[in-house]
């Protein structure tokens, strides 16, 4: 027996298939590499399907881990990188600045739903204002043109 074939674990263990993972992918962490193993036998599976499993092995997985292993096994393209942002001061000048975002006060945790029903009122409010104002003008539309037919 040599000394590699000591040295070497059983191919079918998990240790074994870690260092073919490892020399295939050289450079990534053993959670990226548990994920490559796992998806490709079922490229379907989440993390829930097989999070118990890699604790077993000691192997902490995460989104990012599962996301790097689709990634690097062809499943979802990569998204392009973003181009860096531009300093305000660097702004080409034929682009208008964006506004600053500005966070809307936090009302103590109300629900979604409460708070799109206010925001239903609010615009119902306002088309109402806009509807008077228009029946008034409309109003003075017609009386003008009443007094100029009838006394003209």
């Not at 050289?26 to 994920?35: K, N, T």
């Not at 989104?63 to 973003?82: C, M, T, V, W």
């Not at 206010?118 to 008034?136: K, M, Y």
């Amino acid at each position: 027996m040599t000394d590699s074939a000591i040295s070497q674990p059983p191919i079918d263990s998990w240790e074994g298939i870690l260092a073919t993972l490892r020399r295939r992918y050289p450079g990534q962490r053993d959670s990226v590499l548990f994920c490559i193993y796992k998806l490709q036998h079922n490229p379907e599976l989440t993390l829930r399907d097989f999070g118990a499993e890699a604790k077993l092995h000691g192997i902490a997985t995460a989104g990012r881990a599962l996301h790097s292993a689709r990634q690097l096994l062809g499943l979802i393209k990569e998204s392009p990188a973003r181009p860096a942002a531009v300093e305000p001061a660097e702004a080409p000048a034929d682009k208008p600045r964006r506004r600053q975002r500005v966070p809307e006060p936090d009302d103590g945790g109300a629900s979604i739903e409460t708070k799109v029903m206010a925001a239903v009122r609010q615009i119902q409010s306002a088309a109402g204002v806009e509807s008077e104002q228009l029946r008034a003008a409309m109003r003075q539309a017609i009386a003008i043109l009443q007094r100029a037919l009838g006394d003209g």
